[in-house]
């Protein structure tokens, strides 16, 4: 296996965080980013930037991290046994945005390396991440676009990998005991090292740099629709949903609690400020609402 440049995967990692909050930044001027810089005591460190209350974004994080361990955690381990008992380091880049307009839709985003060590034999490297994105009323447009630009992005590696990294956001932002998915989807990879290290990581700078690209004009379009009250309950009951997959179901969430990789407050960044919890709603018949559970939250062919 080629050997990891982990210096060159930082450096990206920590440009990649500057530009998203600058990017983002510039939609807001009621909020702005503010850095919390943390250190683990069992080995690494990181900085999380945060943005809340603002009027663009409710709530938002961008964090970069690289933690270090003796031992990988379960959630590392599970599909590949031969790991454990290996050393580790991993680090990343994760955003989650909650826009205070429900028709602007939330977006996640997350690059990530993983490499794990033994003394006398070779290290085992890994890139892992992508992007999606979670809308509460669904515009037909803003779907293509995202989905346009996740397949541009992958477009100089292999016509395959957009249709198999697709395929793979739609399976894993599902939320089994709803029996539905999260979002829209996107991009999601795991495991990832099949292009030799200098190729996989440029496939993932591709990735990375093109989040902006299909989000911001999304915010812009959306970011001053009039809502009613009851258009911002219903983002609320719907970021329950995002709540329950991420504490329940996401990896990234779970290897940090199981490793504890760091600030508890920077690893469940990614839950919504309000959240809203009915008992046995369902959406009026005909209705936006339920359009989104009829012609959004199903996979299918955007592009």
Known sequence: MDPVNIAAVKEFLLELQENICNDLGKFDRQSSFHSDKWDRGEGGSGTTRVISNGAVFEKGGVNFSHIFGKTMPASATGARPELVGRAFQAMGVSVVIHPLNPFVPTSHANFRLFVAEKEGEESVWWFGGGYDLTPYYGFEEDCVHWHSVARKSCTDFGDEYYIRFKKWCDEYFFIRHRNETRGVGGLFFDDF????????????????????????????????????????????????????FNLVYDRGTVFGLQSQAGR??????????????????SPEPGSEEEKLYTHFLKPRDWV
Do not use: C, H
């Not at 990581?201 to 009250?229: D, G, H, Q, W």
């Not at 508890?264 to 046995?280: G, K, N």
């Open 193 to 244: 090292n099949e292009l030799g290290f200098e190729q996989s990581f440029a496939f993932v700078r591709s990735m990375a740099n093109s989040y902006i690209e299909a989000y911001a004009p999304i915010i812009e379009k959306r970011k001053n629709l009039k809502f009613t009250r009851q258009q911002k309950e219903f983002q609320e009951y719907r970021r329950g949903r995002y709540a329950e």
């Open 264 to 281: 508890i407050e920077s690893i469940l960044m990614s839950l919504p400020p309000i959240v809203r919890w009915t008992y046995d709603w």
